[in-house]
């Protein structure tokens, strides 16, 4: 018989590649809604879902009595909101509808690139010779993807481009959490920056919403909805925090590149999306590019860590 641990580890990778699939089809899944429901419709009806799941959440763990959050908790909650809710969901919604499924998981496959370079840019990380050369790749990759998409009309071309912007948000949100979920927990930071978002979103979607007929909906609509927001949306980034703390952030990282193949397939059997050879040279190029960035060594620590390595030294000596 195998560990309990090891046999942990195998159900945790078999739960992440469920999972994955889960949400490589999920691009579609939004896509069809969205050709029915209007963006800012399909919106409000994620606000008014999730944040129901974010309160039932919460009263089974704590009950009544939630943990209480220091002012300056507040106030980072108030920002991940912002950068994860009410911009990134947004725009991210919005680029599905206008470009398409593929191309939609190969530009988010691109986040820790971005996330990459938003801590190198803020002195935490440096890139190695590699990850440079990885960085330029992959965004000669993206550039070659968006160039055959040029000639399919300004719609495919605007929702690459508000995926791009969406991903960075991503990332920006990425760096910024990190701090507070170390404090308190990925799904308390979720959950309550779900409830959050309530307000804001009933604002920027509330007219779409009571606008739009929700009766002619048919029953194929109403259960891509319940895919997209119950099972792909809240319930599938808990059991993703489970996969983490199953197998480790490293080993489910490389994993998520098998988000762009795998929705691709999707895309293809469920909206008849097509491939040009263009394209699929600039995927795989870009895919590469992010590899190398992702999977080689850094160049070196950084001055701050050096400094606080240095002190912490000193404070150790007699």
């Given at each position: 018989m195998s560990p309990p641990g090891r046999s942990r580890q195998g159900l945790a990778l078999v739960v992440a590649v469920l999972l994955l699939i889960v949400w490589g089809t999920n691009f579609s899944v939004i896509k069809l809604v969205t050709s029915v429901l209007q963006p800012g419709a399909f919106l409000f009806a994620r606000y008014v879902v999730t944040p129901l799941c974010a309160l039932v959440l919460l009263l089974a763990l704590y009950g009544?009595?939630?943990?209480?959050?220091?002012?300056?908790?507040?106030?980072?909650?108030?920002?991940l909101t912002l950068l994860g809710h009410v911009l990134h969901v947004t725009l991210i919604?919005?680029?599905?509808?206008?470009?398409?499924?593929?191309?939609?998981?190969?530009?988010?496959?691109?986040?820790?690139?971005?996330?990459?370079?938003?801590?190198?840019?803020?002195?935490?990380?440096?890139?190695?010779?590699?990850?440079?050369?990885?960085?330029?790749?992959?965004?000669?990759?993206?550039?070659?993807?968006l160039t055959d998409k040029f000639g399919l009309g300004w719609r495919a071309s605007v929702g690459d481009l508000v995926l791009l912007l969406a991903t960075l948000l991503f990332s920006l949100h990425t760096v910024a959490a990190r701090a507070l979920i170390q404090r308190r927990g990925a799904t308390l930071v979720m959950a309550y920056t779900t409830l959050m978002a309530f307000p804001p979103l009933m604002l920027l979607t509330g007219a779409a919403g009571l606008r739009h007929d929700w009766s002619t909906l048919s029953g194929g609509i109403w259960l891509g909805l319940a895919?997209?927001?119950?099972?792909?949306?809240?319930?599938?980034?808990?059991?993703?925090?489970?996969?983490?703390?199953g197998l480790g952030v490293a080993r489910t990282a490389p994993l998520m590149y098998l988000l762009p193949p795998i929705a691709g397939v999707a895309g293809w059997w469920m909206t008849g999306e097509t491939f040009s050879p263009l394209k699929l040279a600039g995927a795989a190029i870009a895919l590469v590019g992010v590899g190398l960035v992702q999977f080689t060594r850094a160049g070196g620590i950084s001055p701050t860590r050096t400094r606080g390595a240095r002190r912490r030294w000193r404070a150790t000596r007699p």
């Open positions: 009544t009595r939630w943990p209480r959050l220091e002012r300056a908790e507040w106030r980072a909650l108030a920002w919604t919005w680029g599905i509808h206008l470009s398409s499924p593929f191309s939609t998981a190969l530009i988010l496959a691109c986040g820790p690139l971005m996330t990459l370079g938003i801590l190198v840019v803020g002195h935490s990380e440096r890139l190695s010779a590699a990850q440079l050369g990885g960085a330029l790749l992959a965004c000669a990759g993206i550039l070659i993807f895919w997209a927001l119950i099972v792909s949306s809240f319930t599938g980034w808990i059991v993703w925090g489970w996969v983490n703390h």
